[in-house]
C-alpha cells in the first residue's frame, strides 16, 4: 500500500517538478568566475596573476611536468590556459610540445574522416533510431543559454555524439551523454574569443576554428567516456554500483540523513542516478561544473572514482533542509531542485575539500564503505 502511495508521490512530484517556473540567472551560468579572472569581472588578484604565471612556466618547457600540472590544476585553472591544461591533462595532446601540433593536425583529420564515412548514414535503418534521439535530445542541453540554441552549435553537437555512439555499439548513445559534450565546448571555444560566452555567436568564428573545437572536444569527450563507461552500458551497470557505494558512504558519514532517507522511504536511486549519469551537471551551473572538471581532470580517476566522494560531500552538505523535510514528496523535490544557482567557484573549492577529506578518509579502508 505505502509502496503504491510512494509511486504516487513521486509521479506528483516530479509534475510538481516540472511546473515549478523557471528561476531568471541573475548571474552568468558560463562565464562568471571571480577569481578565474573570465570576463565581466575585476582585474586579476596578486595571487591570480602569480599562479597563472606558474601554469604558464610550466606549459612552456619542451616536455610539460604532467605530475605538477596536475598538482597546479587540483585547486583550479586560470580561464587563459585551461583549453591547453584540459587537453593535456585528459591525455589528448602529449607532455612533448614539440609534437603536440601534428598531434592535434592528425587527429583533426581522423575526426572529420569518420564524418566522412558515417555521417551519411544517421538515416540508415540500423543508425536511425539513435540519431532520432541525439536530435531530440540536443535542445535540451542547458536550454537556459542562447549559445547551445543555434542551429550551427546543434549540428555541431549532433555529429559528435553520432559519431561517438557509432564507433562505441557496446554502449551507443545513452540520454545524458549529451551533457559531457557542453563543457568541452564551451572552454574550447575560449581558445577562441574574449568575451563571455553564452550569447556568443559562433558564426563570427572561421571555420577551421569551428572545426578545431568540434573535433577537440569529440576526442576530449571520448577519452572522458573511455574510463566511464560501464556507466553506459546494458542495465547501466557502473551506476547502480556507484549509487549504491553512495548510500553506503552517506551510512558512514552521516547517519542521521541516511537514517530520515530510509525513514521516508527515499532510495537513493531515485535522485542519485542522475548525479552519477549526468556527472552533477544538471545539479550545478555550467560554470561550477567547469571549475568541477579542473579537479576531476586532475585527480587520478576523477570522472570515475572521486566523483563519488563529491556527491557524498554534495548530499550531506543540504543536511539541514533535507533533516528540515517530513515527507516523500518534499524530499523528492528538494534533492531534484537544490538552490545551486548562485553557486560559484568558492562553493565548489568547499565541495571539493571535504570530498578530499571523505576520499582520504575511506577510499582505502578494508571494507571501503561498509559498517
Given at each position: ?8 508521490c513521486?509521479r506528483?512530484?516530479l ?33 591570480e596573476?602569480?599562479r ?5 612556466q610550466?606549459?612552456?618547457g619542451?616536455?610539460?611536468?604532467l ?12 580561464r587563459q590556459v585551461?583549453?591547453?591544461t ?7 595532446l ?6 603536440r ?23 540508415d535503418?540500423?543508425?536511425?533510431d539513435?540519431?532520432?534521439?541525439i536530435h531530440?535530445?540536443?535542445p535540451?542541453t542547458?536550454p ?9 552549435v546543434q ?29 568541452f565546448?564551451?572552454?574550447?571555444v ?9 550569447n556568443?555567436?559562433?558564426s ?7 572545426r578545431?573545437?568540434e ?12 574510463g566511464?563507461?560501464d556507466?553506459?552500458?546494458f ?15 552517506v ?15 527515499v532510495?537513493?536511486?531515485q ?10 551537471m544538471?545539479?550545478l551551473?555550467l560554470r ?5 572538471w579542473?579537479?576531476y581532470?586532475?585527480e587520478?580517476e576523477?570522472?570515475?572514482h572521486?566523483h563519488l566522494?563529491?556527491?557524498a560531500?554534495f548530499?550531506v552538505?543540504?543536511r539541514?533542509?533535507?533533516?528540515e523535510e517530513?515527507d ?6 528538494l534533492l531534484q531542485?537544490?538552490p ?8 565548489v573549492?568547499v ?17 571501503h564503505?561498509?559498517?
Amino acid at each position: 500500500m505505502f509502496t503504491r502511495c510512494k509511486k504516487t508521490c513521486l509521479r506528483a512530484a516530479l509534475h510538481r517538478q516540472r511546473s515549478l517556473p523557471h528561476r531568471q540567472p541573475v548571474i552568468p551560468l558560463v562565464a562568471r568566475m571571480a577569481d578565474q579572472n573570465t570576463s565581466g569581472t575585476p582585474a586579476m588578484t596578486e595571487r591570480e596573476a602569480s599562479r597563472l604565471d606558474k601554469f604558464k612556466q610550466l606549459l612552456a618547457g619542451p616536455n610539460t611536468d604532467l605530475e605538477e600540472l596536475r598538482k597546479l590544476s587540483w585547486s583550479g585553472i586560470p580561464r587563459q590556459v585551461r583549453p591547453i591544461t584540459w587537453k593535456l591533462l585528459s591525455g589528448y595532446l602529449p607532455a612533448n610540445a614539440e609534437r603536440r601540433d601534428s598531434v592535434l593536425q592528425r587527429k583533426r583529420q581522423e575526426y572529420f574522416g569518420f564524418i566522412q564515412q558515417y555521417y551519411d548514414s544517421r538515416n540508415d535503418e540500423h543508425h536511425q533510431d539513435t540519431y532520432r534521439q541525439i536530435h531530440i535530445d540536443i535542445p535540451r542541453t542547458n536550454p537556459l543559454i542562447p549559445l547551445f540554441q543555434q542551429a550551427s552549435v546543434q549540428e555541431i553537437f549532433e555529429r559528435i555524439l553520432f559519431i561517438w555512439a557509432i564507433r562505441h555499439p557496446a554502449s551507443g548513445y545513452v540520454q545524458g551523454i549529451n551533457d559531457l559534450v557542453t563543457p568541452f565546448f564551451v572552454v574550447y571555444v575560449f581558445e577562441y574569443i574574449e568575451e563571455e560566452v553564452e550569447n556568443f555567436d559562433v558564426s563570427s568564428l572561421q571555420e577551421e576554428a569551428l572545426r578545431n573545437i568540434e573535433a577537440d572536444s569529440f576526442w576530449c569527450m571520448s577519452k572522458l567516456l573511455d574510463g566511464i563507461q560501464d556507466n553506459y552500458t546494458f542495465a547501466q551497470p557502473g551506476i547502480q554500483r556507484k549509487v549504491k557505494a553512495l548510500e553506503e558512504l552517506v551510512s558512514r558519514i552521516d547517519e542521521s540523513v541516511h537514517r530520515h532517507m530510509q525513514q521516508y522511504e527515499v532510495e537513493y536511486l531515485q535522485f542519485a542516478f542522475r548525479w552519477m549519469n549526468n556527472l552533477l551537471m544538471r545539479e550545478l551551473p555550467l560554470r561550477c561544473t567547469i571549475r568541477l572538471w579542473d579537479t576531476y581532470q586532475a585527480e587520478p580517476e576523477g570522472f570515475s572514482h572521486f566523483h563519488l566522494y563529491v556527491c557524498a560531500a554534495f548530499l550531506v552538505r543540504w543536511r539541514k533542509e533535507i533533516l528540515e523535510e517530513r515527507d516523500f514528496q518534499g524530499l523528492m523535490i528538494l534533492l531534484q531542485n537544490l538552490p545551486t544557482m548562485h553557486w560559484g567557484n568558492e562553493e565548489v573549492s568547499v565541495l571539493l575539500a571535504e570530498a578530499y577529506r571523505l576520499k582520504f578518509a575511506f577510499a582505502d579502508a578494508p571494507n571501503h564503505y561498509k559498517r
